[in-house]
């Protein structure tokens, strides 16, 4: 089954995207496939469904009908591609520093106003590797959008580190880039039924904007140590780079600047970390076959210090008051528009059952796998070429007497569209009790 191309290289972005559009459109089911159905069952644009994780954890993730397909721009190619905290061959206790920032970085979403107010209290997930990744740490991540032309911007327009912003590439002729196009249910094996939470990590809407605006995904590198993706190169111009810096707002679509940037950066070369900070990462993340006393020690070696002074990050009292405020005011009312939930009920025989507010991460999962088998590419062939002369095929299942390691998914009634559903009580920020903590 011919699921995208072989890797090859685009002469220009229409030529990559109509060949993408088109593997793409194989995952239509058939009931997906005319033009109505097509417009009248896409989602409302730039909106997030609540999605029933583990634990029901509330995953919110950017609604699209389907996710066959995750991408990754890159402007130049680097082989292997790898996530930031492995780039450049790190030894395990340059590693473990990155680890250090990461666990302080952590700390300080753990207590902002909106995590600890508003995310906790709704159940809704917080993806900290997946922020700390957005907002520049070295991370064991490797960033996906489900959007293309997002993936597009990144390949073709380049990061200015001083500057913390991204710009058009202004070279004359033709550039090279390089795309990734990962498929999520590729990852899916018989012990894990949940490639959206370990292997493929949903980032989605969060809050902070960055990752909902670049329609978050990201590749957990550590669980699979293999970037499982096809890859493919193209070219561009000066003036596609422009546009598609012009596209997204000169790139603040995208790399919006927000007072967690501010933070982030005093943590990508802070070396001084505190013994709190110091434990809590040694039990999240030690190091093999060393003593954590050993570890210490040689972290005072390579210029790094443990203090028993307090000088982790934190927000201080009028930052939080500004947060709360702004998020109040400003926010709270296009979080409600953007978050939207899409119920469904049990079918028993011809009759709709129970409700369920929150379609799951299983039930995604099984309609990715649908559309998988759905696509026919190669299927038709072989049933053919397996059929004996009397038309019947060969393989029969009804004849299988022990367990085949199939499953069947339960038929079930879904809400075409999702709906709004949160409202402001529901949100608000007591500011009162911001202030008292």
């Known amino acids: 089954m011919q699921i995208l191309p072989n890797s090859c290289h685009f002469e220009n972005i229409i030529d990559l995207k109509n060949t993408i559009t088109k593997y793409f459109d194989f995952y239509k089911l058939s009931y997906e496939r005319t033009d109505f159905n097509d417009n009248y069952l896409t989602p409302v644009k730039d909106t997030f469904e609540v999605i029933l994780g583990r634990n029901n954890e509330k ?3 950017p609604a699209e009908r389907y996710f066959p397909f995750l991408y990754r721009g890159q402007q130049f190619d680097y082989e292997p591609c790898l996530p930031t905290l492995y780039r450049g061959a790190p030894n395990e206790f340059e590693i473990f520093v990155e680890k250090l920032r990461l666990t302080e970085f952590l700390s300080l979403i753990d207590s902002h106003p909106v995590v600890d107010s508003v995310f906790k209290k709704q159940n809704f997930k917080i993806d900290y590797i997946g922020l700390a990744q957005h907002y520049g740490l070295k991370t064991n991540y490797i960033d ?3 959007d293309i032309d997002i993936a597009l911007f990144f390949a073709m327009c380049k990061y200015n580190k001083e500057k913390d912003t991204y710009e058009p590439i202004m070279t004359e002729g033709k550039q090279k880039a390089v795309m990734y196009i990962s498929v999520p249910i590729f990852n899916m094996t018989i012990d894990n039924n949940f490639v959206f939470e370990d292997k493929i990590c949903i980032i989605g809407l969060q809050p902070f904007s960055r990752p909902g605006n670049q329609k978050g995904f990201a590749y957990n590198f550590d669980i699979s140590k293999e970037f499982k993706a096809f890859k493919y190169t193209f070219s561009y111009t000066q003036k596609e780079s422009k546009e598609y810096f012009e596209k997204f707002d000169n790139g603040n679509a995208l790399w919006s600047k927000d007072i967690l940037a501010d933070k982030a950066k005093q943590l990508f070369e802070k070396t001084d970390f505190s013994v709190d900070i110091f434990n809590k990462a040694w039990k999240l993340f030690p190091i093999n076959k060393i003593s954590k006393s050993k570890a210490r020690k040689e972290l005072v070696e390579r210029n790094v210090s443990i203090s028993t002074h307090n000088n982790q ?8 008051d500004v ?3 702004k998020w109040n005011e400003e926010q709270i009312e296009s979080f409600i528009y953007e978050t939207r939930r899409k119920f469904w009920r049990e079918k028993e025989g011809d009759k709709a059952g129970k409700k369920y507010n929150y379609r799951t991460l299983e039930m995604l999962e099984e309609l990715e796998f649908l559309r998988l ?6 299927i038709e062939e072989y049933i053919k070429q397996n ?10 299942p009804n004849n299988i007497k022990k367990d085949t390691g199939w499953k069947k998914i339960p038929g079930r009634y879904e809400a075409v569209n999702a709906e709004i559903f949160l409202e402001k009580k529901d949100l608000i920020i007591n500011t009162a009790h911001n202030n008292g903590s």
Do not use: M
């Open 373 to 378: 088998v759905g696509n026919r590419s190669g």
């Open 387 to 396: 059929q004996n002369k009397k038309g019947q095929r060969l393989y029969k």
């Open 144 to 146: 996906l959008t489900n």
């Open 313 to 320: 990050l934190t927000w201080t009292k009028s930052e939080k």
């Open 323 to 325: 947060i709360a405020q």
């Open 59 to 61: 995953i919110l993730i």
